[in-house]
Nanobody, 126 residues
Framework: QVQLVESGGGLVQTGGSLRLSCADS????????MGWFRQAPGKERELVAA????????YYRDSVAGRFTLSRDNAKKTVFLQMNSLKPEDTAVYYC???????????????????WGRGTQVTVSS
């Protein structure tokens, strides 16, 4: 059973940084496609970044490209989202998700993800 747990959220001032972590103690994430989503109150859940099963390619939505970096540490079964130059519009609950299917590139379709964490709150003050 895959159990994803996010951590690292919190309160930060505009322009600050946070690093989110996603871990699965029950199974290595090294061969899963992984994604970070976020959802603000009253808004649709949106894909922030994704990495392919092989870690050979990544996807970033335009609004975070150049500020956020998705990476993984296979030995520690952990995926990270480094968030720099944070803005108030980045405020949301951030979710880690895993795609267990074999795919060529990063998974960008939300319904193709099989497992979800419970989320971690990120709040950026102005």
């Amino acid at each position: 059973q895959v159990q994803l747990v996010e951590s690292g959220g919190g309160l930060v001032q505009t322009g600050g940084s946070l690093r989110l972590s996603c871990a699965d103690s029950g199974r290595t994430l090294s061969r899963f496609g992984m994604g970070w989503f976020r959802q603000a109150p009253g808004k649709e859940r949106e894909l922030v970044a994704a990495i392919s099963r092989s870690s050979s390619s990544t996807y970033y939505r335009d609004s975070v490209a150049g500020r956020f970096t998705l990476s993984r540490d296979n030995a520690k079964k952990t995926v990270f989202l480094q968030m720099n130059s944070l803005k108030p519009e980045d405020t949301a609950v951030y979710y880690c998700a895993a795609d267990s299917d074999v795919r060529v590139g990063p998974t960008v379709i939300i319904y193709e993800y099989d497992y979800w964490g419970r989320g971690t709150q990120v709040t950026v003050s102005s």
